[in-house]
């Protein structure tokens, strides 16, 4: 008898029956996992934007027909001398072979043109002058900035990362809902209990407090599974995605990983879980004679 009036005492609406510690957390577990999902993929295109916009401005090639060595050593002492060149170095011949050997072949008597590899110190829309100064120096160099497919690429990228966004914000959406019909079968089960304490003079307050505070807890909890689970997927897509940005796969694919929003993700179920289950409550209450 003294077990259950504390029992009363702890849970006077009886919310550890009305609300499931079993299906709500797992409906919050999946979300929270696709959430995390979400997170990554909108951060990685941003990553993968940034690195593929700096790249594009970074690395640019010059092409020199006939390549003798008068004509190559006028191109570099013209990009050289530029303050927008950081440096200009030229591609031996054979590595020139080697690279278009797949699409070549041996092709011995082709001539290939001379390449100059460049590395900016400057902003990029310099480029045009400096075409234009190398070509009036070395007549048919030309000077390739691969900004065209790189900006299509980071476009593609930021599309991924939009998707992503809303992705996140439809899961969002469907947690509240979730929450919201949770709360309300909860309401449901307890209605009898409710109404006798709200004629008794518990305040709207009161009870709404309690629904909240049970349904945050089991949202965190949910939300703090669907992180854990979510870990070792995110940690195969990093594996996958490392090469694309340009970096070597590493063991410590971990600490390439959100950690700052897989941490986020319990706190932040568990205020809507709250925010939700308080108005849903007091909307219903409100209803009552």
Known sequence: MAERRRRLARDPLGLRRALSDRLLPGLVAAMALLAALALAGARGA????DRWQAGAAAAVTVQVPDPSRERMAAALEVLRADPVVAQATAVSPERVAELLRPWLGEAPALILPGVIELHLAAAPEALPRLSE???EAVPGAEL???????????A???SVQGVALAVLALVAGVAVAVVAVATRAGLAARRE???VLHDLGATDRAIAGRF???VAMLAGLGALAGAALAVPA???LSGLALPLSGQEVSANVLGELPWL????LPPAAAAIGWGTAQATVRRWLRRLP
């Not at 390739?144 to 299509?152: K, L, N, P």
């Open 46 to 49: 941003d990553q993968l934007a």
């Open 133 to 135: 100064r190398l070509s």
């Open 144 to 154: 390739e900035a691969h900004g065209i497919w790189v900006a299509r690429l980071s």
């Open 156 to 158: 593609l990228a930021r």
């Open 193 to 195: 209990a409710i109404g």
């Open 212 to 214: 909240a505070r049970r």
């Open 234 to 236: 995110l940690a195969a």
């Open 261 to 264: 929003m897989l941490a986020a």
